[in-house]
């Protein structure tokens, strides 16, 4: 009896810093893109995006991990990442993710990007298996999007060049 106390027990306490965890969203930043080959013929290019992850909660495992790259309504890169990602409790990891940018599908982006009033909108998708204290597993979908003002973006870099080439060595 005393041993189905502290289980009982035990599993509240579990079940209470889950319920805590959720509120404590890991977050994602992106820390480098390298583009490892080009694929001329299926017009397709092969990268991988490196991903730092910051989980201020309790530990987690993803696992299954598809996600998707829309740039102003055109898809131009998706992936999938076979193995499991080991998130540790309040801690920091970076993640290489696989990506195949569609090379046919800039075209139309940069369209896009041009009548859209050089703004360029992007959207993420990305659906994963999530299992926390290995408990149980549920299956996620999560999206994030955002605008980045290309013109601004295009002065910064001007203004970054006209520094190099005006400045003395």
Known sequence: MRYKTIAAVALLLLMTSAAAAQDKKPDAQLKRIAVNSIDWWNQTADAVVTVEI???A??????DVGYHLRL???QVAEGKLDR???LAAASTTDVDLPVTVNL???PAAVWNII???LSLHYEVEAEYALSVLGINTE???TAFRG????????SSLSEKIKEKVVSKP
């Open 104 to 106: 046919r599908a800039l």
């Open 84 to 86: 499991e990602i080991h």
């Open 54 to 56: 910051t989980n201020p």
């Open 58 to 63: 309790i530990a987690m495992r993803v696992k």
């Open 72 to 74: 102003n309504g055109a």
């Open 139 to 141: 299956r996620m979908k």
């Open 147 to 154: 605008d980045v003002p290309v013109m601004k973006a295009l």
């Open 115 to 117: 009548t859209g009033g």
